[in-house]
């Protein structure tokens, strides 16, 4: 069975840093593309940053890049997402998803992933 369990969020001041992880379990991470979307609210689900496996591409969103990386580490089977120079406007509930194929321009399209975890609350706030 497929499960993606994300945990790291939480309340940060601005300009603070937080890292998202995401552990896969059910199937390798090495043969999946991993997005992180995110979802504040009143406002609809967004993609934040995803890595393809299908083309080898990466997105980001332009609110994040520069600022937002996402890596990650095939022995502990777990996605991440490191967040810096957080702003109040990133504060929403991130979630992991997966799928076997989602290529460029695709990566971004929440409906192109079958799989998602539970979601963790990222809160910026003073």
């Known amino acids: 069975e497929v499960q993606l369990v994300e945990s790291g969020g939480g309340l940060v001041q601005p300009g603070g840093s937080l890292r998202l992880s995401c552990a896969a379990s059910?199937?390798?991470?090495?043969?999946?593309?991993i997005g992180w979307f995110r979802q504040a609210s009143g406002k609809e689900r967004e993609g934040v940053s995803s890595?393809?496996?299908?083309?080898?591409?990466?997105y980001y969103a332009d609110s994040v890049k520069g600022r937002f990386t996402i890596s990650s580490d095939i022995a502990k089977n777990t996605v991440y997402l490191q967040m810096n120079s957080l702003k109040p406007e990133d504060t929403a509930v991130y979630y992991c998803?997966?799928?076997?194929?989602?290529?460029?321009?695709?990566?971004?399209?929440?409906?192109?992933?079958?799989?998602w975890g539970q979601g963790t609350q990222v809160t910026v706030s003073a």
């Open positions: 059910g199937f390798t991470v090495d043969d999946y593309t």
């Open positions: 890595f393809s496996r299908t083309d080898y591409s990466t």
């Open positions: 998803a997966a799928e076997t194929s989602v290529w460029n321009p695709y990566l971004s399209d929440a409906n192109r992933y079958h799989y």
